[in-house]
């Protein structure tokens, strides 16, 4: 049983700011979790696909394929479906513990680091460029810049 104080942000404060910024950080955890799961589903495709295909410097495929897809052959994307679904916890269902703003923080951040880093071999390594990256890259650097505002704006030091 944790015993750490609650957040003001339990149902009962709708009139609460945090609320609302919790529930964006939700929505576009989802919206992340969907991408990485259709880049995961790529990630193992059998055949070639146009879905992603709009030129030899933007298909999703070379990316998705790449020997960089996998990190101790853990695929990349199904790294991105288990980081958004913390982070979707964190925002839905943990908001009211004391210690979510700093473990979004943290979170978003590692994610967001992480993005870059993908981001960097996309651009320097393989020349090519996934949307469905670059999407994902988009959603969690949202996410890290609305963790901050939680974190400062969050009556727990």
Request: proline share 4%.
């Amino acid at each position: 049983m944790n015993n750490s104080p609650a957040l003001s942000t339990s149902s009962g404060s709708a009139g609460n700011p945090l609320r609302l910024v919790f529930a964006v950080i939700a929505v576009l955890a989802v919206a992340g979790i969907l991408l990485s799961a259709v880049a995961l589903q790529r990630h193992y495709a059998k055949s070639a696909t146009n879905f992603c295909e709009f030129s030899q410097k933007f298909n999703c495929d070379i990316v998705n394929r790449s020997e960089y897809s996998s990190i101790l052959g853990i695929p990349v994307a199904g790294i991105g479906v288990v980081g958004y679904g913390f982070l979707l916890f964190l925002s839905a269902f943990w908001r009211d513990l004391r210690e979510t703003p700093l473990r979004l923080l943290v979170a978003s951040f590692a994610g967001w680091g992480f993005a870059l880093y993908l981001t960097y071999i996309e651009a320097r390594v393989l020349e090519a460029w996934c949307v469905l990256c670059l999407a994902s890259l988009a959603i969690i650097t949202i996410i890290a810049a609305l963790s901050i505002i939680v974190r400062v704006k969050s009556p727990n030091p």
